[in-house]
């Protein structure tokens, strides 16, 4: 593929070019400062053409088949449904290598085949809790190329369920029967972010066992809020496998995006996740800074040479550190 100007490559994602696609995301997943500069360029010229998609989390425990799932699910949304799908799945990286293991388009392999499907593994690169910068970036990328459902799996690791809430519409928490404990390990916080909850893998032997799961779930969800007007997460029952469940659990989810709409909150939603994107992304460059000045670099080997000789503190290296960051880009 020749080179192109930033311009010809937003024509081009518009157009719905799937290798065009793939070099744009390409592109916004880089670290390197002139790709982050035509980076920037595309996403305005892109910006017209986005904020249409519906953005739906997927998160869970482990076992709980969220590829599975979300092949199922996708393939489902795409055949009967007439959904274009785009999957961003985000893959844990090793912080010092940068490397990352991309398995999960293998356990898509029915949905990446679909011409109307785009399933990308996203590296985290090391950022909080396995969510990439780029993982945002990519989401409007595909958008601007048609995709109207824009799936984004999270490793579920803890804190990486936060950050994916933080730039959806609805987010899915998937949990699976017959766990030991059906409760024990699921963070409170988890289940207060989940505007739904699917128990998986609800057929066989394993299908009462997750009805039972789901009553036991239901349950929690009224004892961690006492507010009767508050609105409760749906717990329902699936199967990836027999397809069991599927429509129901789409529909749910759908509900629960047009019941923001109708009130007004979708459009709240999204101007707060601009801020916050807006604030991750101040910090993340003044970091960098930090990281890359020579200026800065040199005072901070220095300080921590004399930190581990004990001849300052922490804070009297961290005062030093930014009193450096301070004179070089200017109070």
């Known amino acids: 593929m020749r080179n192109l100007s930033v311009a010809e490559l ?16 390409t592109l916004v997943e880089s ?45 489902k949304l795409i055949d009967e449904h007439g959904h274009q ?3 961003l799945a985000v893959d844990p990286s090793s912080t010092r290598t940068g490397g990352s293991i991309l398995g999960d388009r293998t356990r898509m392999g029915e949905l990446a085949n679909r011409e109307a499907a785009f399933v990308r593994p996203s590296p985290s690169a090391g950022h909080l809790g396995g969510v990439a910068r780029a993982t945002r970036e990519s989401m409007l990328v595909l958008e601007a190329a048609g995709y109207d459902v824009v799936l984004v799996e999270t490793v579920g690791v803890g804190q990486s369920e936060v950050a994916v809430a933080g730039m959806v519409d609805t987010f899915l928490f998937l949990h699976v029967a017959r766990t030991g404990d059906q409760l024990q390990g699921i963070k409170r916080g988890i289940l207060e972010l989940a505007d739904v909850i699917a128990i998986t893998k609800a057929d066989g032997d394993n299908e009462q066992a997750a009805r039972v799961s789901a009553r036991e779930l239901s349950i929690a969800m009224k004892l961690i809020s006492s507010d009767e007007s508050k609105r409760r997460a749906p717990v329902l029952t699936c199967s990836s496998y027999t397809g069991a469940g599927l429509d129901d659990l789409w529909s749910t989810v759908e509900k ?5 709409e109708s009130a007004g909150e979708l459009t709240t939603r999204r101007l707060e996740q601009q801020r916050a994107w807006l604030w991750n992304m101040v910090e993340q460059e003044v970091v960098q800074r930090l990281r890359t000045s020579p200026e800065v670099r040199e005072v901070a080997d220095r300080v921590e040479a004399d930190l581990d000789a004990e001849r300052l503190s922490a804070v009297e290296g961290a005062a030093a550190i930014l009193e450096a960051y301070a004179a070089t880009f200017g109070r």
Do not use: C, D, W, Y
């Open 10 to 25: 937003a024509e081009n994602v518009v157009e719905g070019s799937r290798g065009h696609v793939a070099r744009a995301i």
């Open 85 to 87: 799908v785009a999957v």
């Open 256 to 260: 629960h995006r047009a019941e923001l």
């Open 31 to 75: 670290l390197k400062p002139q790709h982050r500069e035509q980076a920037h360029e595309l996403l305005q010229l892109l910006a017209p053409h986005t904020g249409r998609a519906f953005r739906v989390g997927i998160s869970g425990v482990p076992g709980a088949g969220k590829s599975t799932f979300i092949n199922a699910m996708g393939t």
